[in-house]
T-cell receptor, first 115, second 116 residues
Framework: EAQVTQNPRYLITVTGKKLTVTCSQN?????MSWYRQDPGLGLRQIYY???????DKGDVPEGYKVSRKEKRNFPLILESPSPNQTSLYFC??????????????FGPGTRLTVT | AQKITQTQPGMFVQEKEAVTLDCTYDTSDPSYGLFWYKQPSSGEMIFLIYQGSYDQQNATEGRYSLNFQKARKSANLVISASQLGDSAMYFCAMREGSQGSYIPTFGRGTSLIVHP
């Protein structure tokens, strides 16, 4: 089954404690992205990757790091989380191109609370 | 400037009636694709429908149709015969082709509530 998996699904942590949210896809997609969703703001892109070892900043990259060492994995790292990073996070993947076949596949989301 | 604008933060509709969710977009790229996603209260993102910039006909998928008006740069989602299970957040998104490297941009979403 084609899917994007994220772990953990829920996380409560304290300010300053480094954390990693993992993301993995089994569709051999080149593109992977991280989004955060906040009420009234929709989905905002944090970072994206067009292929292995190729990453770039999205709209809200401050406070986040990513890496793409393997095609299937795209972890999101918060080196020193702060309460304003409390949000719902989505990982997504797709192939490059236009058309219905190039829709983005989303992970189930990770709800992060930073106290 | 926002590339995707959804001007309706919230919409209400009576069960079995049709509803239109608005989406306007901004791009100079001649090649682009427009997507609609549904996000129920459980949180997952569900792909609904796609419209390509070169598609001659409006896309349809079951009860969902896309009212694509290219000159006005609008791509409104029409849900016919609303059901209680249609209550959710709906996001419009665009992927630009040659100029945009296919990186999608999302609108802020519209919350739809279907009343019995």
């Amino acid at each position: 089954e084609a899917q994007v998996t994220q772990n953990p699904r829920y996380l409560i942590t304290v300010t300053g404690k480094k954390l990693t949210v993992t993301c993995s896809q089994n569709m051999n997609h080149e593109y992977m992205s991280w989004y955060r969703q906040d009420p009234g703001l929709g989905l905002r892109q944090i970072y994206y990757s067009m292929n292995v070892e190729v990453t770039d900043k999205g709209d809200v990259p401050e406070g986040y790091k990513v890496s793409r060492k393997e095609k299937r994995n795209f972890p999101l790292i918060l080196e020193s989380p702060s309460p304003n990073q409390t949000s719902l996070y989505f990982c997504a993947s797709s192939s490059p191109g236009l058309g219905q076949l190039f829709e983005q596949y989303f992970g189930p989301g990770t709800r992060l609370t930073v106290t | 400037a926002q590339k995707i604008t959804q001007t309706q933060p919230g919409m209400f509709v009576q069960e079995k009636e049709a509803v239109t969710l608005d989406c306007t977009y901004d791009t100079s790229d001649p090649s682009y694709g427009l997507f609609w996603y549904k996000q129920p209260s459980s949180g997952e993102m569900i792909f609904l429908i796609y419209q390509g910039s070169y598609d001659q006909q409006n896309a349809t998928e079951g009860r969902y149709s896309l009212n694509f008006q290219k000159a006005r740069k609008s791509a409104n989602l029409v849900i016919s015969a609303s059901q209680l299970g249609d209550s959710a957040m709906y996001f419009c998104a665009m992927r630009e082709g040659s100029q945009g490297s296919y990186i999608p941009t999302f609108g802020r979403g519209t919350s739809l509530i279907v009343h019995p």
